[in-house]
């Protein structure tokens, strides 16, 4: 099993999350709402952060819950920590042993909140820490980067907001992801093709906005780290707050821009690039009108709604990193100066 | 007045408003004391969400509040905003005008919550809209790149903080700021140096940890808006989280590690990147040990205590990316691409 492996595997894990799980968070859900919380403290690091960022947004529009992504050096290095009593403090972490995510659900748990776990290990020092655990089933990852079990963590934080809210046709929807997402590795060859023309890429820029801010986040993360490129992530707004002087003509820009209520502000903002910076556009998306903007464009299946879109958004981003790490002759299982568990106090 | 005048000006601003403003801070400290505050949500961009960061990570350690950054898109995008009743709304912006920190505040005050507005612009719409206002009386501030009024939000966020707290050692030890802050200007000539030997840098990670993070994230911003220095962000634990792949032999990464309980983990990176890595390290410290690991340090005064230090470590590296601009022939003035007031929907 290699990268490209697991990549594959995202339809199965995500199929069968939904066709063993799904009962179990709904349970989860279900204690939730019976708990008096006021807001969620989120702690995570590296690729699970990511699935915290959409959690922000999916949590907050979805189930109006105002999350806050823990800073967890807080908890480790100052001796005050924050009061938790009437927040769900959640931990999302892939191998479950990061002590400083631990400590924030410890640190919850002491303060009688209710704490829960969204990990890959059911047996992990922080699925005991927790009261109650997700397991993302997404079996045993071993390329350093993460691919299946981030979309499986996705899949999870996608679930519980759709068990927290009332409307059954959020739940009907996640049964439409994996196919989806199969239909999205379909453009491993377009992806491919253009990661050999950018072999020389070493910088870039990686926007998104909204839900899909997570995938930008994703994108840039796995450039770093399969293929060295200086990726930089922004959430559109923020960008134009400075970063933007960055850019100067011809400068590498990859823009995720579903159809959505982001769509407008991207579509703007990628005709700038085009026209006041002749940026170099990578866009991914299923919609016309942007693609068409761009000389790199990868066209998602355009059949998941809105608030699903990070599940799927991602595909493409990953098959064009890892083909890029291959194109640079770089190693797609071990990258240089990683381990697979990063324990961090 | 330009970019330079406007940081040489930071100690002078800073003790005024200590002289003007510190009694306003503290009525405003005892009406959030008299409220059943939960969290704290607050809403800023750019610069300003770097004062923010240093809420999150002050707030929460000092005076066990949780703090929420917000995401503004989430009220300006999506048709659900999430339940702020017990929260304390709080937005931050030096000019107080763009509409997505409005349109928090707004909610926030529209769901009965307290909002607080952190702003140089008293009669701005985020003034109006927000409860309360705590005005950083910088004065005009010409230069597109923040530099004066970030440490005024940083004073009143440390000034909050200390109204907050019962002891009254916090409140003394604000009024050492300004004469740090002036001590940490007589760098100016070796940061020019160091400036002149790096004229060609192109790019470079920026690490910090605690409450420094803040810095790390504001000098990043200043490179990028002012020198177009491709400069990453990282908290130290999340850069080892994957990011760490990026950093090459020889590369530049600089470091800000003042003391206090960030150091001991500092100091193993700092050590690792030297000795693993060769890499190109300029440090910003009051710590011998840390200073001696780089070929390029720039030694701080050592006279404020740790939860204060952000107001100072940034004097270095305001100083640091002017005369970088300046080597580089760039406008440190107006930076291309951007304008003093940005409008984010």
């Known amino acids: 099993m290699g990268l490209r492996d697991e990549i594959f595997e995202q339809p199965d894990v995500l199929q069968r999350w939904l066709d063993t799980q799904l009962p179990h968070a709904q349970r989860v859900a279900e204690i939730i709402r019976a708990r008096d919380v006021e807001y969620v403290f989120l702690a995570a690091r590296g690729t699970s952060d ?3 960022i959409y959690a922000q947004y999916l949590w907050g529009s979805l189930n109006r819950l105002p999350v806050a992504l823990a800073a967890p050096s807080l908890f480790t290095l100052y001796s005050g920590s924050p009061r938790l009593q009437k927040a769900l403090v959640v931990g999302i972490s892939q191998s479950g042993e990061s ?35 997700v397991d993302i089933r997404a079996g045993a990852e071993t390329a350093v980067a993460a691919t299946k079990t981030y979309t499986a963590e996705l899949m999870a934080v996608a679930a519980l907001s759709a068990a ?14 994996p196919g989806a997402v199969r239909q999205a590795l379909t453009l491993e060859e377009r992806a491919q093709q253009i990661a050999a023309q950018h072999r020389a890429l070493t910088r870039c820029v990686v926007l998104g906005r909204g839900y899909d801010y997570a995938s930008a986040q994703e994108w840039a993360l796995k450039l770093k780290e399969l293929a060295y490129v200086f990726a930089d992530p922004y959430s559109a707004a923020d960008f134009l707050h400075g970063p933007i002087a960055i850019v100067e003509r011809g400068f590498p ?39 068409a903007l761009a000389p790199s464009a990868l066209k998602l299946p355009g059949d998941v709604p809105e608030w699903l879109t990070p599940l799927v958004t991602i595909i493409p981003a990953q098959l064009y ?25």
Chains 1, 2 share one sequence.
């Open 50 to 52: 990511h699935a915290g």
């Open 164 to 177: 927290l809210s009332d409307a059954s046709e959020y739940l009907g929807a996640l049964a439409r992801v």
């Open 321 to 345: 990193a890892y083909h890029l790490t291959r194109a640079k002759g770089y190693d797609t299982q071990a990258p240089r100066g990683l381990h697979k568990v990063t324990l961090t106090r």
């Open 253 to 291: 820009v990859f823009v995720i821009a579903p159809r959505g209520a982001a769509l407008n502000d991207l579509l703007t903002l990628l005709h700038r690039f085009r026209d006041e910076y002749q940026a170099d556009l990578l866009v991914i998306s299923d919609d016309d009108g942007a693609l």
């Open 99 to 133: 002590p400083d995510v631990v400590s924030v659900l410890a640190e919850g748990r002491r303060q009688g909140a209710l704490t829960l776990a969204i990990t890959n290990a059911p047996a992990s020092p922080l699925a005991q820490t927790a009261e109650l655990t």
